[in-house]
């Protein structure tokens, strides 16, 4: 496309004019930049006018594939829908044009928006302690865990160095631990698919600082035993982390607090319904019990008797600050909206359809791929290609076909412990028709697979970029703009 818009260009057309500066007391740009950061010569960029330009981004755009214009079965990830309401919300002008420099006496309502919305995450959560600071929920794990290792800290056991981590956990939980210096230890999982508790009990002793899960796990199963381990881990002095990742499956109706948990991280993208993808931003809010609060970030958000909302830097055992500001506060306010426009009820019922709309996949996908674990599911299932891979066709070929049929390919090759993974999240958003059509694609891409296997192999057909030699492009970066770059 960048080619395309270059042969659009044409001599000293322009897409804005801007006025030259005669005020020379304001000095030229050239004076506040070292002599070996100007250019000796102009940059090679498309001259056209700022229809031709608007109309080339307008095309981009159209190639660009989002939960707005097509189903989005992200296993784990949550695509669910981004109401319109909560973008209008966040975009008033009251709100969009806040500073975080301003005195806290002319930012009481956004103070009361992120306080209110504090309340009701922790009560949906069934915590105590709450920060609205990171940034995502890889950030809230690390803040979580941190949270964790300056408790043993401050109570002086240093010998607590071992996370324990079941082999169904997010990526990230075992980055996390490690980021904190901590040894990590993988759980393996029994035959329904859930922590298997021989081998929890057999790696619990005197040096376990957390186990890390979430429930349901990443195979959409519930943790029936989450109850015994929850006491078997208390048992040897380790504390409980649940990463929220899954939460749309049981909002409303479960609570992490409840569970035995210490502390959690919530995926405001995932659950609250703020924009998800695109690098960001994101929130990963962090929730705990009485026994982590004194370790939340500065500042907390607190009220005084005056019905005054303030920002608390007196903590002296907190862990610090751990991201510059105070959170990412437009998702803050697109989580309280749709917060307060669904209700308790309603958010119940999110969860509710949530896991009715992915054991309606799952009962009817079934049968045309294998299913590892075939028990109720939450929100979400892990299916396997193996079926498919003995036809000579593999998982990420299956996913590259379906995006000729302008659904976006669900997560893929995760969990680990499934091989050829296909991890499928349909959300509470999509109406029958379409989870309907998604089952009538997978069902027409498994008879591909038996007819004509080498045209899935090849697939995709139909999309703007063609398939991509990806172990190429990994052994051959070409990390130029240009299309003449070859460096």
């Known amino acids: 496309m960048t080619k395309l818009l270059l042969e659009k260009s044409k001599p000293e057309r322009k897409a804005a004019n801007l006025p030259f500066n005669q005020n020379e007391s304001l000095g030229s740009i050239s004076n506040f930049l070292p002599e070996n950061s100007l250019r000796t010569e102009n940059l090679n960029l498309p001259e056209v006018s700022e229809l031709i330009l608007v109309r080339h981004f307008s095309e981009?755009?159209?190639?660009?594939?989002?939960i707005?214009?097509?189903?989005?079965p992200l296993g784990s990830c949550t695509m669910k829908y981004n109401p319109k309401v909560n973008e209008y919300v966040a975009r008033l002008e009251g709100l969009a044009k806040l500073h975080p420099f301003q005195p806290q006496e002319q930012v009481q309502g956004a103070l009361e928006i992120m306080y209110t919305l504090s309340e009701y995450l922790k009560e949906i959560c069934g915590f105590k302690g709450i920060t609205l600071q990171p940034a995502a929920g890889a950030h809230g794990e690390l803040t979580g865990l941190l949270m964790i290792k300056k408790y043993f800290e401050?109570?002086?056991?240093?010998?607590?160095?071992?996370?324990?981590?079941?082999?169904?956990?997010?990526?990230?939980?075992?980055?996390?631990?490690?980021?904190?210096?901590?040894?990590?230890v993988e759980l393996k999982s029994n035959d329904r698919g859930q922590v298997?508790?021989?081998?929890?009990?057999?790696?619990?002793?005197?040096?376990?600082?957390a186990?890390?899960?979430?429930?349901?796990?990443?195979?959409?199963?519930?943790?029936?035993?989450?109850?015994?381990?929850?006491?078997?881990v208390h048992e040897v002095g380790g504390l409980l982390y649940y990463d929220g990742a899954n939460l749309n499956a049981i909002m409303g109706i479960a609570r992490p607090g409840d569970m035995g948990f210490d502390v959690c991280h919530i995926n405001l993208h995932k659950t609250f319904s703020t924009p998800h993808g695109g690098g960001g931003p994101g929130s990963g809010v962090v929730c705990c019990n009485e026994l982590l609060e004194p370790f939340l970030p500065t500042p907390i958000l607190s009220k005084n008797i005056k019905e005054q909302y303030y920002w608390d830097?007196?903590?002296?055992?907190?862990?610090?600050?751990?991201?510059?500001?105070y959170g990412n506060f437009g998702m803050l306010v697109r989580a309280l909206a749709y917060i307060m426009v669904n209700g308790k009820e309603g958010l119940e019922q999110v969860s509710k359809d949530a896991v009715l709309n992915a054991n309606y996949l799952k009962e009817n996908l079934k049968t045309d791929y294998d299913l590892p674990y075939d028990i109720e599911c939450m929100h979400e299932f892990v299916l396997s290609g193996k079926k498919q891979k003995q036809q000579g066709v593999n998982t990420l070929a299956l996913a590259k076909r379906l995006l000729d049929f302008g659904i976006h390919a669900p997560t893929i090759y995760f969990p680990l412990l499934v091989p050829e993974a296909i991890m499928i999240e349909p959300t509470e958003t999509e109406s029958k028709e379409e989870l309907d059509n998604f089952i009538q694609t997978m069902k027409e891409l498994a008879k591909e697979v038996l007819a004509n296997p080498d045209f899935v192999n090849a697939a995709p057909h139909n999309?703007?970029?063609?398939?991509?030699?990806?172990?190429?492009?990994?052994r051959n970066l070409n990390l130029c703009w240009s299309l003449s770059c070859n460096q």
């Open 313 to 325: 830097y007196n903590k002296k055992d907190s862990i610090g600050k751990i991201k510059s500001y």
């Open 60 to 66: 981009l755009a159209k190639k660009n594939f989002s």
């Open 154 to 184: 401050k109570t002086g056991d240093k010998k607590r160095k071992k996370v324990l981590v079941p082999n169904t956990a997010h990526g990230t939980n075992p980055a996390t631990a490690s980021m904190c210096n901590f040894n990590v």
């Open 68 to 72: 707005d214009s097509g189903f989005y």
């Open 463 to 474: 999309t703007p970029v063609g398939r991509v030699d990806e172990v190429g492009a990994a």
């Open 196 to 209: 298997d508790l021989d081998s929890l009990k057999a790696n619990l002793d005197d040096t376990v600082a």
């Open 211 to 232: 186990i890390m899960l979430t429930n349901p796990n990443t195979l959409g199963i519930f943790e029936e035993n989450i109850l015994t381990i929850s006491k078997l």
